[in-house]
């Protein structure tokens, strides 16, 4: 499970694509990214389909929308329902 959180839509796919190139969904993996803003904000999702490793842009459920800083209360949190989150679209 690869899970990375960019401030742009086209460093997600580059860096989704440039994991799924190097193998990330070779043993059943899941690669998603999530685009954040300032305020710390998800604003776009996606998963890289693991038949065509194609990004799919996805909606985010209300308890991912706010993403906690590395080292935040919470971050761990919310890393573990975004891995399952990812899961669950397999």
């Not at 693991?50 to 209300?62: M, N, R, S, V």
Request: proline content about 3%; glycine content about 8%.
């Amino acid at each position: 499970m690869a899970t990375r959180v960019f401030r742009s839509g086209e460093k997600a796919i580059e860096t989704g694509r440039t994991a799924v190139d190097e193998g990330a969904l070779a043993d059943d993996g899941a690669v998603g990214a999530v685009v954040i803003n300032s305020a710390r904000q998800a604003v776009w999702a996606c998963y890289f389909n693991d038949g065509t490793w194609a990004p799919e842009e996805i909606t985010l459920p209300e308890t991912l929308r706010t993403v906690p800083a590395t080292g935040e209360a919470g971050h761990s949190d919310w890393l573990h329902r975004w891995e399952q989150h990812l899961t669950s679209l397999r």
